[in-house]
Each structure stands twice: as structure tokens, then as C-alpha cells.
């Protein structure tokens, strides 16, 4: 009985392990340099530095709200995220501070498809409308990359 306690065990740890080190890659690979020489951390860091002074207590309040539904664990890179790419629209767009309709649409072009039916819920629980948005929804993240098959295929 203790030798199978201890196998189990043993189980237990390397799966442990494995999805452990399957975060830290995913964030190294995060941490890589691309062509303009940033990575993409570096550029969330840059976009979240610019617009930290742009962030008044209602859009604070109404990110918390948006991001609720993702698990405790996870919420603090989401948040980052998701504020980052918000910092980033609202540059583009040359705003002086961050606005809810800003908020919206980085938050939309940040999350993928599957966790729009979350915020549309959510917008309409506030009786905030969402077809100046619909565009937005279409430019968001799909939950896979367009050309998943033929990069699986080519290995």
C-alpha cells in the first residue's frame, strides 16, 4: 500500500512540475524580442507606464467588474494585460485620459471571442449599448490563430 502511495506521489509532483514549467515557458516566450527589438512584456510595460495617469476611479471600478470572471490566480496578469492594450488604443488615439468608451473597445480587441458573451452580459446589466462596438468584435482575438492547421501540419 505505502509503495503505491509513494508512485502516486511521484505522479502527482512530476504533473505538478510539468504545468509549472509549462507557465514559466509561456512566459519566456513572452519575454523574446521580436523584429522591432521589444518583446511583448516590454511593450505592455511601455503602454502601462504612458497611460498610468490616465485612469480615473469609474474605468478602475468598471476593468474590475470586467475582469471578475477570470480566476483569482490569473486576474493580475490579465488586468495587465488588458490595461495595457486600453493604454495602448487610447495613445493612438491621442487621448488625455482613459474613457469608458476606450475602455471598451481595448478591452474587446484584448480578450479573445469566447469571453465576449461575458461582457456583452455584463454591458447590458449597466445599460451600456453595444453596437458602436460591433466593429471591435470583429477585430478582437479568435480563440485560435487563422492558420493553426497549416502550422501543425508542417511539423
Do not use: C
Not at 17 to 42: A, C, H, T
Amino acid at each position: 500500500m505505502v509503495d503505491y502511495l509513494i508512485v502516486l506521489w511521484g505522479f502527482i509532483m512530476i504533473a505538478l512540475m510539468g504545468i509549472g514549467g509549462f507557465f514559466m515557458f509561456r512566459k519566456f516566450l513572452k519575454k523574446l524580442p521580436k523584429e522591432d527589438g521589444k518583446s511583448n512584456m516590454d511593450w505592455e510595460e511601455y503602454y502601462m507606464e504612458q497611460t498610468r495617469h490616465m485612469w480615473e476611479e469609474n474605468e478602475k471600478t468598471l476593468l474590475e467588474e470586467l475582469i471578475s470572471p477570470v480566476p483569482e490566480l490569473f486576474r493580475d496578469v490579465a488586468r495587465h494585460k488588458i490595461a495595457s492594450k486600453i493604454g495602448e488604443v487610447a495613445l493612438k488615439k491621442q487621448q488625455g485620459k482613459i474613457t469608458q468608451d476606450i475602455l471598451i473597445e481595448g478591452y474587446i480587441i484584448a480578450t479573445p471571442k469566447r469571453d465576449h458573451k461575458f461582457l456583452r452580459k455584463k454591458l447590458k446589466q449597466k445599460n451600456i449599448d453595444v453596437t458602436p462596438y460591433e466593429p471591435f468584435f470583429e477585430q478582437s482575438q479568435s480563440d485560435y490563430s487563422t492558420n493553426w492547421r497549416e502550422r501543425y501540419y508542417k511539423k
